[in-house]
């Protein structure tokens, strides 16, 4: 079945990567822990997960299965709109600013204690507390001293967030914000069991003492090998729940993910590159659109990039769409600017196509702003460059199609440097890369939730960058009510970052996939991770 879908008819939430799944059923294979039951997946989550605590585990290697063991106030359906979870219903105030969140009866942790709104209050405030150190926390700014709490400036008893009484849970907001409910089904809002988490720090690194409230239940964790699920007894919708158990697998290399779908050991997998050409047009496959992209950052703070003019030259020396043709061949969309098509803006138009094309490849004028910014800085020669890249085959592929293009445009000899997952983002979060790659998935479906993430002191920048009118503009259109307004400030802030170019836009996501025709109700949002609580093996 091959499938093209965008569903943004709301705002949508949030992140970045596809799984594989697989039906141990069909396949007769699997471990023993499997015996017995009859709906059973097994899928690739690639890497080993950064943490299942919600404010920690902010990437998408950690939110597929985090989704899935655990529930927010909201969560997104299967149309990927925000509807009841954890909260039965709610009110909004005439101003936007103030939820009133009333949680349902009987919702049960996974060991058995009851849910409550104190259990939200604690996880949220505890996600903007600087202790923490949780790169979630700018998505927070948005609760009424939230962002101050957060920059050491305020008080977490400040924080407009509080449990009325067990059931109902008070939360204002600075400003409006029309994606609240689907930033309550993000991982990063998802409650804490705040007497677990007080009495074991380290409650959510083993299955032993994880406690979750969602649709299935951690009971197997193997540690940068595979962690395994099974439904969960306690959930409140445990009825709609299909799937016995999942068990998921940490395999890097596509072409092996490849290879164990074609053998049967997994139910889908991705399409390796090498063989897009023949594999896009078989019946399994399925493409969707995706809300992110696949971009590289340049740090400011590192020679030579602290010239705007060499930037620039990079920027427009790398071709986008001969990276799609030649090198990922995907179908994805070439990137020439930030914001993702579908993402809409607030009059319901596509963000991306009123704001058009906004970085320009051009080899002869790349080299003109190269030798600019050489004279600018009085530089000989350009310093050394390297550019580091998470260690996985396509990344390296990339890299050394983005060096080849560098080369040939502007004559420039790039070093290529690997680095564990896990690692390279912590280093690159501490501003060790002089150019890296990165990637962005949506946490809602705003343009200003691209933009964001660019300001000064923000932990997803990354860059180095800093400029006081980027910074404004992205306020402004925080505070700004009138919509027409908001969506030219917001178009201005784009523009200017692609102006100043700390980043380098390449393509934009999507998510392709082989998937057997046993496997049915499993759900892709468009932020990147999936929904198993509707998907079964052998469905109708």
Known sequence: MRKKGWFFSVCLLSIMLLVGCTANEQTGKGSSSNQGKENVLTLNNENEPTSFDPPIGFNNVSWQGLNNLMEGLTRLNEKHEPSAAMAEKW????????YTFHLRDGIQWSNGDPVKASDFEYAWKRMLDPKTGSSAAFLAYMIEGGE????????????????????????TLAYPQKSFLNMTANPAFFPVNEKVAEKDPNWAKDAETFVGNGPFKLTEWKHDESFTMEKSETYWDKKTVKLDQVKWLMISDRNTDYQMYQSGDLDTAFVPAEQSEDLLKSKDVQIEDQAGLFFYRLNV????????NIRKAFQMAINPQDMVDYVTKNEEKPAHAFVSPGILDSKGEDFREAGGDLVKHDASEA?????????????????????????KPENKKKAEAIQQQLKDALGVDVKL????????????????????QSSFLADYADPINFLESF?????MNRTGWSNDTYDQLIKKARQEADEQKRNRILHDAEALLIEEAPIIPIHFYNQVHLQKEGVKGIVRHPVGYIDLKWAQVNGE
């Open 455 to 459: 300001q000064t002191g923000n932990a």
């Open 91 to 98: 009110e909004i105030s005439e101003n936007g600013k103030t």
């Open 301 to 308: 703070n590192m020679e030579p990039f602290q010239n705007k």
């Open 417 to 436: 440097a690997n680095m564990e997952a896990n690692v390279f983002a912590e280093d690159q979060k501490a501003l060790k890369f002089q150019f890296s």
């Open 148 to 171: 101050a709490f957060n920059s050491g400036k305020g008080k977490k008893e400040d924080v407009k967030v509080s449990a009325v009484n067990d059931k109902t849970l008070k939360v």
């Open 367 to 391: 080299a003109k702003l190269l030798e600019k910014g050489l004279k600018e800085e009085s530089y000989s020669k350009l310093p050394p460059v390297t550019l580091t890249y998470s260690t």
